[in-house]
């Protein structure tokens, strides 16, 4: 039995890369019958090839790809109009029971589909020829869009089928572990945002640029206080599709905020026809899953027993979970309407969304109401077009105190309540002032929330010039509003407010971001030539107002809590601007060869007069082999191959405002001047380098895009080079050379070197059974370059720059920053090791754990002390993972994310923390982490490697089940269920190990999230 190469090839990479099959290639027969996913199939193709149309021919034939005239194996044909159908074999052939005057539709992955109609005929052959519809997919770039066979960087596009599902806070979270090298950790809190990176680390603000229908938002995405996740401006269920810029040659158009790589996020919009309106509703309860790994109360008695037992008599007498306290069982709602349509040339898009999403924690919760609406009109005779887009959020958010660290420590051993404390609210509280808060009272006695409200809105206005061809003119009007305002309240009762007799706090934020936008773009093709070029001008102007006013002594005045005696206000504006100019020109000749070349000018008040103009330059060439007379051969392997190679620069503005100019601050107290027996409070001047400029990323990409079997399966492979240049760092200066010891300046550089590859494609693809698989990994490694201008061997014996604040002894640091290591890597005394692998902690045998005995001695001085820590492990991972999978069953739909990261280290501050026996007793007694039984730590040991701990892991981040009902006469139906964080597979002994800093300290806990929702299409 013969079989076509590309069918041969596509099954052997798809059996060896996702159903783990080990038998050597041999004929499809062996490899049908190897594995339960080949049984699968098997059955699946079983079940399409039985008819339930009533027949009146047998229609026999054979379909071949008519580049090659081979048969093609797999191909559906449907009788139109009904349910049955059936494949061709593996040469090709098929047959099928079909009515005299039926048509028959054969369609093909990758290949154009065909009608047929019988006409009384019993055998029909057909050729299929490969659909260019995959390569002439649009991909949006900055100021334009190109199809995907022209991409010359490193462009990804996620469309919304392929979105995470679920309960969904922001835009981010609908892209994560979708794409490759981009890196985000969604945070746990209801509402919560994501941190997001791309391609490696930096150190100063590694947020991508965001774009919303051609505004780019401010820095972070430009949230304010009292708000959660900026991203929120965006309901989920409106955007059509995101677009990540990874290379300088992509993102270099947007200069000097390119550098971290750029996410375009574009909504839906009207079509014309018939309003259609639809609804998503769901209903989701969320758990705690794992908790940090302390005592019980039985084994709390116990350890009091063993290793304090003159406490026992004082133990209470109450066994209390006090994570069970301070945590409930979040319920969650979501409902979305949306209408869209068009007529007379106007095509509309609108919704409507509300999310309710309370938090596993007690007092904590997000709502949240998204308006939208998109409205697009074309004026004389098409050649102009108005496109006015709004979107407005309200939110509204419950702050409750994280107290997870209190609750897990606290002596289980005592009650909630003590009705004789009133003045403490009837809630047990330790007297000693240095002793724990009981976690319920400061959850019941605060009260601190949130509220934002945010517009954006633009108008974009395209006018084709009739007289020129190709010719366009577009003005993009931006205005994006965002107001926010946080109250933060403690009681007198609680034990926080017992010095000052309660706080409250208010704080108000305020930030505008205008745009004017204007650009020309030429389009034409002569001959074998193709030119697209554009050029345009934009300024954008940044506002800020915050302003907080805290006091104490909290009263009830007129039915609400004031404070009567202020202590704090702060007031002051920032403005800073961005002008540029920009241009890019793509020029394709003969299909073969593609040149992509852009140059940006950004001016940015963000920096002083000798330093605020940036220029950022990129460049990219691809090769379409495939066009080429020489490679005829390589179709039968390949319908798309291309080379792409691309260098640019790009810079970085997300710094703080003002740091090329100096500023006077009062000084503290203690710090006034004595004249006679008069001390005058003084003013103290910032140390500054006025001519400090752009951050500039230098990168270089080498990339290959490929497609087999018609565009079945698709791969890209992307090598990068990234190197920060000239990064601004805090750095210590001599003394007397400026006004502060530290000064904020442009002496470093990083490097990011890394390989991604992607794979997407399409299993199986019957009639009734379609499975899609897509799969991205990366590997990136990261190094300090420079960080001031020590060489030699100063430079060898300077331990590096602290980062990294850990909780348990005050004003510490874990991580340091150091030439020639990874960006924030662990910092930490050698433990010493028993062949067996246990902890060394008392050599001499007299009962005290010393330091000389525990670490090893790095220097030989017989001292431990600072010299003797080391560079041990780094938080960020070697390698990123994603895979998605898409499966349809007849009315079923089941899909689900899978995500990985790989070679990422965790420092466990919960148990260095709560892990040694002398808090048993530290100050009163105290619940401790149960790691201490493994190390038998009697005092904290913060800086012991032990824990710095393997945080690689595997997490089924998504799944959804689904149904579509029958059609019903008002519309169509579908029920589904989804689960998030469904589980995590990992060695780390801490709660979870996805943690983007890498420091793991009472964080607030994620969850296991169930949804059970309802999308209904009205006809």
């Known amino acids: 039995m013969k079989i076509s190469l590309n069918e041969y090839l596509f099954r052997l990479i798809f059996l060896s890369l996702f159903s783990s099959i080990n038998s050597q290639p041999g004929i499809m027969a ?310 869209s349509g068009g007529k007379n040339k106007t095509n509309y898009f609108g919704s409507v969304n509300y999310l309710q999403n309370s938090g596993v924690l007690r007092f904590t919760e997000n709502k949240k109401l998204n308006l939208s609406l998109k409205v697009e009109q074309k004026l004389l005779d098409d050649n102009l077009t108005l496109s006015l887009n709004t979107k407005n959020t309200f939110t509204s958010d419950l702050y409750g105190p994280n107290v997870m660290g209190t609750a897990a420590g606290f002596d289980p051993t005592r009650p909630v309540l003590d009705p004789s404390n009133t003045l403490r609210g009837g809630y047990f509280q330790w007297l000693e002032t240095l002793a724990p808060a009981n976690p319920v009272a400061s959850q019941d006695l605060t009260d601190n929330h949130g509220s934002t409200f945010r517009t954006l809105t633009n108008l974009m206005v395209q006018y084709n010039i009739p007289f020129v061809k190709g010719l366009s003119l577009k003005a993009n009007f931006g205005y994006d509003y965002t107001s926010g305002k946080y109250t933060g309240l403690t009681l007198p009762q609680a034990k926080e407010g017992a010095d000052n007799g309660g706080t409250k706090m208010i704080q108000d934020e305020t930030k505008t971001n205008q745009l004017y936008e204007y650009f020309a773009t030429y389009k034409n093709t002569f001959n074998k030539h193709a030119i697209e070029a554009t050029i345009g001008y934009a300024w954008q102007n940044f506002n800020r107002t915050f302003q907080q006013i805290a006091g104490d002594s909290v009263k009830v005045i007129n039915g609400e809590y004031q404070y009567t005696y202020s202590i704090d206000t702060l007031n002051f504006p920032v403005e800073n601007r961005l002008i540029s100019m920009f241009g890019r020109v793509n020029y394709e000749f003969d299909g073969k060869y593609i040149i992509t070349g852009s140059l940006r000018r950004d001016g940015s008040t963000k920096f002083g007069p000798s330093n605020r103009w940036g220029l950022f330059p990129a460049v990219a060439v691809a090769w379409r082999v495939l066009e080429e007379g020489f490679a005829s051969g390589l179709t039968n392997v390949f319908n798309e191959l291309k080379f792409r190679v691309s260098y640019g620069v790009t810079g970085n503005e997300q710094i703080p405002d003002y740091l090329y100019s100096t500023y006077y601050y009062p000084s503290y107290t203690g710090a006034s001047y004595q004249f006679g027996n008069v001390y005058e409070p003084t003013i103290r001047p910032t140390g500054v380098d006025p001519n400090i400029k752009w951050e500039e990323t230098v990168s270089t990409n080498i990339g290959m895009d490929a497609g087999f079997f018609g565009g079945r399966l698709t791969a890209s492979l992307d090598f990068y080079n990234k190197d920060v240049n000239d990064l601004i760092f805090k750095v210590a200066v001599p003394a007397g050379s400026n006004l502060s010891d530290r000064v904020f300046t442009n002496i470093g550089q990083v490097n990011n070197k890394g390989v991604e590859l992607v794979l997407s494609g399409v299993v199986v693809d019957r009639p009734d059974f379609k499975w899609n698989l897509g799969y991205n990994i990366s590997y990136n490694k990261n190094v300090i370059v420079k960080l001031d201008n020590l060489i030699g061997d100063n430079l060898k014996n300077f331990a590096g720059y602290e980062s990294g604040s850990i909780a348990g002894d005050v004003g510490q640091t874990i991580q340091r920053r150091k030439v020639g290591e990874a960006v924030d890597a662990y910092y930490v005394y050698q433990h010493k090791r028993n062949p067996d692998g246990s902890l060394v902690l008392d050599v001499d045998g007299d009962g005290f754990q010393e330091d000389i005995e525990m670490y090893n001695d790095i220097n030989n001085d017989g001292i431990i002390n600072e010299n003797d820590r080391v560079i041990y492990k780094k938080p960020n991972p070697d390698v990123l993972m994603g895979l998605t999978s898409n499966t349809t069953y007849k009315r079923w739909d089941l899909s689900f994310t899978l995500k990985g990261s790989f070679g990422n280290y965790m420092y466990n501050n919960v148990a260095s923390a709560n892990g040694f026996f002398q808090r048993l007793t530290q100050v009163v007694t105290n619940n401790i982490h149960a790691t201490a039984f493994e190390t038998n730590f009697k005092q904290k040991q913060s800086f012991s490697d032990y824990y710095v701990q393997d945080g690689s892991f595997v997490k089924l981040t998504n799944v959804s089940l689904g149904y579509n009902f029958p059609d019903f006469s008002f519309g169509r139906v579908r029920a589904y269920l989804a689960a998030q964080n469904v589980f995590t597979i990992t060695k780390y002994k801490g709660v979870d190990p996805e943690i983007f800093n890498g420091i793991d300290n009472n964080l607030y806990p994620r969850s296991i999230t169930m949804s059970i929702g309802v999308d209904v299409t009205f006809k």
């Open 30 to 339: 062996k490899l049908y019958k190897s594995s339960l996913l080949n049984k699968i199939l098997f059955l699946a193709l079983m079940l399409t090839t039985h008819s339930v149309w009533a027949q009146d021919l047998t229609v026999r034939g054979k379909i071949i790809d008519a580049s090659n005239n081979e048969g093609l194996p797999g191909v559906n044909i449907v009788v139109k109009g009904s349910a049955s159908g059936t494949t061709t074999d593996m040469d090709g052939a098929f047959s099928i029971n079909v009515p005299a005057n039926g048509t028959l539709v054969v369609s093909f992955i990758g290949y154009t589909t065909q009608e047929l109609p019988v006409d009384g005929r019993t055998i029909i052959d057909v050729s299929l020829a490969p659909s260019a519809e995959q390569l002439s997919e649009v991909v949006v770039v900055g100021y334009g869009s190109v199809e995907k066979k022209d991409v010359t960087g490193g462009i990804a596009k996620v469309n919304s089928g392929d979105f995470n599902k679920g309960l969904i806070n922001g835009a981010d979270q609908l892209i994560a572990g979708k794409v490759a090298g981009l890196q985000i950790v969604p945070g746990a809190e209801p509402g919560g945002g994501s941190a997001i990176r791309l391609r490696g680390v930096s150190i100063n603000g590694e947020f991508p640029l965001v774009v919303v229908d051609g505004v780019p938002l401010d820095g972070g995405g430009g949230g304010v206080i009292g708000g959660r996740n900026p991203l929120s401006l965006v309901n989920p269920s409106d955007i059509a599709d995101m677009t990540v810029l990874k290379d300088a040659s992509a993102s270099a158009i947007y200069g000097a905020r390119g550098a971290n790589g750029v996410i375009i996020i574009t909504t839906k919009s009207g079509k014309a026809g018939k309003m259609k309106i639809s609804y998503n509703g769901f209903y989701s309860m969320s758990l705690l899953t794992r908790k940090p790994d302390f005592l019980s109360p039985e084994e709390f008695r116990a350890a009091i027993n063993a290793k304090a037992p003159q406490e026992l008599p004082n133990l209470g007498t109450n066994n209390t979970d006090w994570m069970k306290e301070v945590t409930q069982v979040a319920q969650s709602m979501q409902h979305t309407v949306s209408l």
